[in-house]
Structures are given as C-alpha cells and as structure tokens.
C-alpha cells in the first residue's frame, strides 16, 4: 500500500480532459471541489512504477470508459488504466438517488430522518469507494480515503445538475 503522506505516492495535480465536457455552473463547482479534496490529501502509487512520483492524473472517458492517464510530475508518462463504468453505473445512480432524498431531507425532515438518509449515502459512497478500489486493484495502490474521494470525482463526472 502506497504510505500515507509520502511526497512520492501522491497525487499533485487532476485534470479532466475534454472528453468528460462541462456542465452547470454548480456541478462544475463540485467537480473542482472534489479534485481540490483530492489533490489535498491522497496516497497513490501506481503498481510496478520503477520511478517515482509524486504524480499527475489526467481523467477522460472513451466508450464508456473511464481512462486514467498517470505521469510524473515532469510530464513522462508512467501508464495508463481503462476502467469500465459499468461496475459503477447502478452504485451512481443510488447515490444520486439517495444525495437528493438527503438535501430535500435537510429542508424539512426530522434530524434523526436526516441522520438516517445520511448513514445510507454514506454507507453508498463506502461501497463506490470499495468497487474503486477493487477496479484499481493491481494497477494503482491507493488507501480508502482516496478512493473515497476519487469516488466522489468519478459521481461528479456523472452528474449534470
């Protein structure tokens, strides 16, 4: 496993390329929000990488895909991974679901209803981060912590406001 605050095994920099498009003024925020708490705190280490990072990630998407393109810090590219998002598709959905059931919630239910909703989408977000995880498994050594917040990135890329 990548360690934790290494300067080596990190992410220093998120790009989305042009294929992922832009949306809404507020889903553009979180997206930037989610790359920012990404780029923030993270352990990343591509498997097998003979060099080091700390590392760039430029996202794009092609056919349903999800492509992570990984490069040093220079720019030299290291690999590239192309995930399917089909895994993903029914945990994104239940998410979006249960994310607009949470924030109607907010605006006029009970704190203990509110609290209810929330431990769901919590407990979806933990499984989006677990099926990220197990995808990346054998390519890229990442803890749970960022995989939660690549989830978040990878939910953000699919909503459009």
Known sequence: MAKSGSDHAK????QLDESIGRSTPDVEHE???AIFDL??????APV???GSGPYR???SLIDARLVFAISRENGEDVVTHILSLTPFRRIVKDYFMICESYYDAIRSSTPSHIEAIDMGRRGL??????TLMDRLAGKVEIDFDTARRLFTLVYVLHWRG
Do not use: P, T
Not at 39 to 44: D, H
């Open 11 to 14: 992410l220093i920099d998120v």
């Open 57 to 59: 990630l430029k996202l």
């Open 39 to 44: 780029i923030e705190e993270n352990s990343f």
């Open 31 to 33: 997206r930037a929000v």
């Open 125 to 130: 977000h933990n499984e989006g981060s677990q």
């Open 48 to 50: 097998n990488d003979a």
